[in-house]
């Protein structure tokens, strides 16, 4: 009986003694400190801890001195990743990220975020391979000289600048031609370049010369517009809309380009393109058209145009005097009376309405007496007293 018991007892101790190993749970603790690109701590900072293997998640928060500190890991390995705070692991606006970190049964090896080390170490080169520090070397290199590179462009395009301002326009080409030379991937100067010899050509006695001029500063604008092109399909440009009014204006000084070189339906084109480019550009663009047309004795064409510009715009005052005076130019004589084209009075009493001061102000008044017409606005003429009663 007492052998049964003792034996009993024996397997009671024996149980008793495995129900720690049974059910006790292996874990790891972990810790570190975290700071920001400054070397100050990083208050509330977010700490994500996740389970290569099985995905298991832990979420610590660092303290004021922007420690954190967390027992019961399960051992593995861990991607390790740095959260500013919750709104920014929310938006997952990482501030840093660790991969593999081991996690073992017991005290593990601090795993600090020091962002103003890792910027100094990176700088020093420390931590990488023979290759990755040759890459780095060429990208300074290569920074350096972009560095020099745009130093010596801007001083030769602020030249070209200050030449055109003083209209000396052989020094500005010169300057833009050595700036193109060393570098012909950028717009500006080629369009720059353009302005200088768009600007030139009046000043040529040489006909031959004047045509060259127009013909090289078209030449030097396609250039720009394609440069332009290439940049905005790429996505380098960052501002889309201001890119496009950039080459809506590389576009419209081409066109006038164009237009002193007797091209008139290239420049017509060059103007449309610009509206493509940038809509807003649609009024001064067509407005232009109808000048080239007008100057060109195609009236009816140049008031089609100045009619888009109206509706673009139905503020610009110019377009309708120089509408009525296309028309104008239309009328007829019956007996010794002018019969001008239906819209005519129409046309310069709305310029008087918008722009009663304007400099063709007193044309336009001129201009329809001549046609038998009064001013019928109330701010190009001025009323009557009342009768006294």
């Known amino acids: 009986m007492k052998k049964h018991f003792a034996i009993l007892l024996t397997a009671v101790l024996a149980a008793g003694f495995c129900v720690p190993v049974a059910f006790a749970q292996a874990s790891g603790t972990v810790k570190g400190t975290c700071r920001d690109a400054n070397g100050a701590p990083v208050v509330d900072a977010v700490i994500v801890f996740v389970n290569s293997d099985n995905g298991q998640k832990y979420t610590l928060k660092s303290n004021k001195k922007g420690e954190y500190f967390s027992l019961g890991l399960s051992p593995g390995k861990y991607t390790v990743t740095l959260y500013k705070s919750m709104d920014e692991m929310k938006a997952n606006h990482q501030l840093d990220s660790v991969k593999g970190y081991q996690v073992a049964i017991g005290d593990n090896d601090p795993l600090d975020f020091d962002q103003k080390k890792q910027q100094e170490d990176a700088a020093k080169g420390v931590g990488l391979t023979p290759e990755q520090m040759k890459e780095r070397q060429e990208q300074a290199a290569k920074q350096e000289k972009e560095v020099s ?8 395009l602020d030249a070209a600048n200050t030449a055109i301002n003083n209209k000396d326009y052989d020094t500005a080409i010169a300057a833009l031609t050595e700036a193109n030379q060393m570098d012909a991937t950028r717009d500006v100067l080629w369009y720059r370049l353009g302005d200088a010899y768009r ?3 009046p000043a040529q006695t040489d006909k031959a010369e004047k045509q060259k001029r127009y013909e090289s500063a078209v030449e030097a604008y396609n250039k720009a517009i394609q440069l332009k092109q290439d940049a905005i399909a790429s996505g380098k440009e960052k501002d889309a809309a201001k890119a496009n009014q950039s080459l809506a204006g590389f576009y419209i000084n081409m066109a006038d380009a164009y237009a002193k070189g007797g091209k008139i339906d290239d420049a017509v084109k060059s103007y449309e393109a610009a509206v493509k480019a940038d809509p807003t550009s649609a009024a001064g663009a067509y407005f232009n058209i109808g ?9 009816d064409d140049a008031n089609a145009a100045f009619d888009k510009c109206i509706a673009a715009d139905p503020t610009k005052a110019e377009a309708y005097y120089q509408k009525g005076v296309n028309l104008l130019g239309k009328a007829t004589l019956q007996g010794d009376k002018t019969v001008a084209p239906p819209g005519t009075a129409e046309a ?11 400099p063709n102000a007193q044309s336009a008044k001129d201009l329809l007496a001549s046609i038998g017409s009064s001013v019928e606005t109330s701010f190009g003429s001025k009323k ?6």
């Open 149 to 156: 590179t745009v130093k010596s462009l801007q001083g030769k």
């Open 199 to 201: 600007l030139s050509g």
């Open 291 to 299: 000048a080239v047309y007008t100057n060109a004795g195609r009236v």
């Open 348 to 358: 310069f009493q709305k310029y008087l309405e918008l722009s009663p001061t304007g």
């Open 384 to 389: 009557k007293p009342a009768a006294k009663k």
